[in-house]
């Protein structure tokens, strides 16, 4: 599965600039690449960024998360979501597992990575916990 450039791209924002809060990222079947499917705001939140996952269907995504340490310093972390509901095709989510690793190579700079099955394995909570990993 190739990656568009402007994946790659748009993540280079995201991670450099600090352009973009998140990417959504899908996988284009006919056309046997990852593409960019949406790119959040820096302005907008965590709630803003699960909403855009769709309830059914696989997608990759990135999350810039910002949070205060307890020697209250400013940081974030830069989270790979690997999303695969149990309801998505089971198709769609053998194509999305044998894909992931290529694609987060190409994504220099994933400090986390999660996978999730169900909004409850990628709540806030999940998150935190994730960040002294």
Known sequence: ??????????????KAKRTHRFIVFRIEEKQKQVIV????????????????LPPNECRYAVYDFDYVTAENCQKSR?????????TARVRSKMI???????????MDGIQVELQATDPTEM???VIKSR???
């Open 1 to 14: 599965m190739a990656v568009h450039d402007d994946c790659k791209l748009r993540f280079l924002e995201l």
């Open 37 to 52: 499917e949406k790119v959040g705001e820096p302005d907008q939140n965590y709630e803003d960024f699960t909403a855009s």
């Open 78 to 86: 830069i989270f790979f979501i690997a999303w695969s509901p149990d």
């Open 96 to 106: 999305y597992a044998s894909s992931k690793d290529r694609f987060k190579r190409e």
């Open 123 to 125: 709540d806030l909570d």
């Open 131 to 133: 960040l002294s990993k």
